[in-house]
């Protein structure tokens, strides 16, 4: 019988509970969802050159291969998000099943179905289309990460959501592996095939993933969110506090409000008007609001900054490797972009991944989210500086390894800290609108600073790889509010401090 009087919210019941076999269930799901979406996004390091010498395609025609699937992404990031938070976080009835279905696992229908007709693609506007097309369906991944977050106890959120984005790295790794093995032997066209199938397993355990407790909590169904949760309870083998499960505390344990610092930038506590029963545009207005706009723009120039300093450092891994013999030896090139050096350059370069993975493990919960980001994205700029002469391949290689180890790791907590500072009923929203804005740093990248490394103009390109990194860092520093220790909030609290 529970106590007279006693309630607990959902963070409460996923901390006595604890971390165990049902979350590693939803970790699995959720993380294949990033691999298949990694996998599709490093296959355009090995496509673009291969594409190009194949059908004697301009310098410019490569880049928006890449363009294009991010032109997908930026649509994909924004529509699945607003998605997720209108009908939920799976299928749930009726059209609200279809919906779910397209948004939450968008990368997998789509993805699926047009990663693999890429790879029969027949010319370039064919490609262009169907690898666009493949960007709206990868545009749902960071719905994967919300869907994640919102089961983890908030003690330890940090660390497991670093290892939620470990999934990315096998993603990347598996694909430079694939490329090492298939490209020399047949073409691109199976690396595209062959690359669609995760897509195709998250097709095939489509009906088995639950929908957020605190998602259903939100939408007054709390009758199925303690149902949600005594089932998370029973796979861990223990059993949920005492009591009744509330959406929300009104006051704090104490009766008292927190300090100002200590108060989350989205916090419900006190509130009595909040963003429930919002849809489509009100919620995407919602970011604008008082309390958001400055944490939106910041965070939005974060991502982009974040999306620009990643692809830059992976794309650039394949300009570089003959960067020295075009622009010093013109006559000494060949266009041979199957040659083994770039994918051995590419594997060893995705193995910075780990490193930084580890180093992102160990700062996100002791230094906090915006230190960590800050620490990391400074170490990046300090192996990036040297590249603006020419260095020897060795050389350029370890940079880049260093590099793209601590961009990864900055980008993992930015995930992370994007997630949180929003409440769940805007939490893919506001993730979504973050990563489209993200996703056009990447579609940016290869039509500048790619652009200025094929026509030999590195030390322009690597210089305005450090300034957008220093924007990022400027940005994430402005943000007023720290999310390391806190829980997640679920409603926008509008009425004055």
């Excluded at 592996?177 to 095939?204: H, Y």
Aim: contains cysteine.
């Amino acid at each position: 019988m529970a106590e007279q009087g006693h309630v607990y919210t959902v963070d409460e019941a996923l901390t006595h509970v604890g971390f165990g076999k049902y979350q590693c269930f939803v970790l699995a799901y959720a993380g294949l969802g990033w691999v298949a979406e990694a996998m599709e996004i490093m296959i355009l390091s090995f496509v673009g050159p291969t594409v190009k010498s194949e059908w004697n395609l301009s310098s410019t025609e490569e880049s928006l291969i890449t363009t294009a699937v991010f032109a997908g992404l930026v649509v994909g990031a924004y529509a699945w998000g607003l998605v997720a938070d209108n009908y939920g976080r799976r299928h749930a009835f009726s059209l609200a099943l279809f919906i779910f279905v397209m948004g939450f696992l968008g990368e997998a229908l789509v993805t699926a179905g047009a990663g693999l007709l890429s790879s029969f693609s027949p010319n370039y506007i064919t490609l262009i289309t169907l690898r666009c097309l493949v960007g709206v369906g990868l545009g749902s991944g960071h719905v994967f990460l919300s869907w994640f977050l919102e089961f983890v106890p908030p003690s330890n959120r940090g660390m497991w959501m670093v290892i939620f984005s470990s999934f990315w790295t096998i993603g990347s790794v598996s694909e430079a592996i694939g490329a090492w093995i298939i490209m020399p032997r047949l073409d691109w066209r199976w690396l595209l095939g062959l690359s669609s199938i995760p897509s195709f397993i998250l097709l095939a355990f489509l009906g088995f993933q639950p929908e957020s407790p605190r998602y259903l909590c939100l939408k007054g169904r709390t009758a199925e969110a303690h149902r949600a949760l005594e089932k998370i309870a029973q796979v861990n083998k223990t059993k949920l506090p005492n009591g009744k499960l509330v959406a929300r505390r009104s006051t704090l344990p104490t009766g008292e409000r927190a300090p100002p610092e200590l108060v989350h930038l989205l916090s419900s506590n006190g509130g009595n008007k909040t963003t429930e029963g919002k849809s489509g545009l009100s919620l995407f207005l919602m970011l604008f609001s008082s309390k958001l706009a400055r944490t939106t723009i910041l965070l939005w120039l974060l991502l982009f900054g974040n999306s620009f300093a990643y692809y830059a450092v992976v794309l650039l891994i394949s300009e570089l490797s003959s960067l020295d013999t075009r622009c010093r030896s013109p006559l000494m090139f060949s266009h041979h972009p199957q040659d083994a050096n770039l994918y051995i350059d590419e594997f060893i370069t995705s193995l910075a991944e780990i490193p930084g993975l580890l180093l992102a493990a160990i700062l996100v919960d002791t230094a906090g989210r915006k230190l960590s980001i800050t620490i990391m994205f400074t170490l990046s700029c300090l192996f990036l500086l040297p590249l603006v002469t020419y260095q020897s391949n060795i050389l350029t290689t370890g940079l880049l390894f260093g590099a793209r180890m601590c961009v990864m790791g900055a980008f993992t907590v930015s995930l992370i800290y994007a997630a949180e500072i929003y409440p769940t009923s805007v939490r893919s929203t506001g993730a979504g609108a973050a990563n489209a804005m993200g996703r056009i740093g990447g579609m940016v990248c290869p039509l500048v600073a790619v652009a200025l490394v094929a026509n030999c103009h590195q030390m322009t390109a690597v210089v305005l790889l450090v300034v957008v990194i220093v924007t990022s860092i400027l940005s994430v520093m402005l943000i007023p509010f720290e999310t390391k220790g806190q829980e997640l909030s679920d409603t926008v609290d509008f009425t004055s401090d």
